[in-house]
């Protein structure tokens, strides 16, 4: 099992910043691709970053990219998301997630779809204010 703890949430104006953390425990965290994921109220939830095991490959969906930063400190257990430039769009509950990883190079696809991860954690609030 792994424990995922997301932290920073908040309420921010428009153009404000958020950095979000998760916290992970459990199993040895460098065995697990990393991804950040959103459901705004009444929608489904949706794919915004993902890290690979080693910290060195990122992606990240079209609406967040030049603003969000995803990052992990493997030594540290835990994994970011730098949230820059909000907009109320981004106003949503914020999930981190894990996903059992036997390579450290996927292509982008492997880390869009919610169901492929193994462990969740259980979301932070996000509201942009403008």
């Known amino acids: 099992q792994v424990q995922l703890v997301e932290s920073g949430g908040g309420l921010v104006q428009a153009g404000g910043s958020l950095r979000l953390s998760c916290a992970a425990s459990?199993?040895?965290?460098?065995?697990?691709?990393m991804g950040w994921f959103r459901q705004p109220p009444g929608k489904q939830r949706d794919f915004v970053a993902a890290i690979s095991r080693d910290g060195g490959s990122t992606y990240y969906a079209d609406s967040v990219k030049g603003r969000f930063t995803i990052s992990r400190d493997n030594a540290k257990n835990t994994v970011y998301l730098q949230m820059n430039s909000l907009e109320p769009a981004d106003t949503a509950v914020y999930y981190c997630?894990?996903?059992?990883?036997?390579?450290?190079?996927?292509?982008?696809?492997?880390?869009?779809?919610?169901?492929?991860?193994?462990?969740w954690g259980q979301g932070t609030q996000v509201t942009v204010s403008s």
């Open positions: 997630a894990a996903k059992l990883s036997s390579r450290t190079y996927y292509s982008s696809s492997y880390y869009y779809t919610p169901r492929t991860y193994d462990y």
């Open positions: 459990g199993r040895t965290f460098s065995n697990y691709a």
